[in-house]
């Protein structure tokens, strides 16, 4: 979480688009900044604040992306309903590119748990066989950029952050795709770990305290 924030943060500043990917050595938990905590002071791992909104997200079987807009990109004014629409029509393409059949969510049935995973909405990403949810993101608007902080449940070998489906959900987003300058990644680790210890690892902001 720290590192998507340092890189919304090189957004905000340089009026760049960027993507982050990355998968789970071990189960975690994140929840959205306005989620509800009474519940969770006993869950395991220890929940994790996230910026965006949304719900509790359990991680470790998915892939997990970040996406940055800058404040004056087109999709960033976009309603969040038409942002989110476009992004996960560009993550079923490239899923279904690679051979894993994904289909946008159209009759969202709430189960009226807060758990993201067991709970649709509109143009989320389901199985076709089965119906169950196997993806979903969460944003937030800042100074006018925009953060998304999406996840998949995927097999394995299509949770590899360098996996080809990546390049082709990329090519619909964006009319250029390159990598950050080499210097970029410490750069950003010296404002990642600025906010882990000030931000996400404290009490305060996740929580506990109240």
Avoid at 100 to 114: D, Q
Avoid at 168 to 177: I, N, P, R, Y
Wanted: aromatic share 10%.
């Amino acid at each position: 979480m720290a590192m998507d924030q340092a890189i919304f943060d090189h957004t905000l500043q340089s009026g760049s688009a960027c993507a982050r990917f990355y998968a789970w050595n071990e189960p975690a938990i994140t929840v959205g900044y306005f989620h509800e905590f009474k519940a969770l002071e006993q869950a395991s791992p220890k929940p994790i604040r996230r910026f965006t909104g949304g719900g509790l997200v359990e991680h470790g079987d998915d892939l997990t992306f970040v996406l940055t807009l800058p404040a004056d990109s087109g999709p960033a004014k976009l309603t969040s309903e038409q942002r989110y629409r476009w992004i996960h029509q560009a993550l079923a393409a490239g899923l279904n590119s690679a051979g894993f059949s994904v289909i946008l969510e159209a009759n969202p049935t709430p189960s009226g748990t807060g758990a993201c995973f067991q709970n649709s909405v509109t143009w989320d990403l389901i199985s076709p066989r089965s119906g169950e949810k196997l993806g979903g993101g969460a944003q937030r608007r800042s100074g006018g950029a925009v953060i998304h902080q999406g996840s998949v449940r995927l097999p394995i070998h299509l949770r590899n952050p360098e996996a080809k489906w990546i390049d082709s959900f990329l090519a619909a987003l964006a009319k250029k795709v390159s990598p950050l300058p080499i210097d970029f990644p410490s750069s950003f680790s010296e404002v990642a770990r600025m906010y882990q210890d000030e931000q996400f690892s404290t009490d305060d902001w996740n929580r506990w305290t109240l």
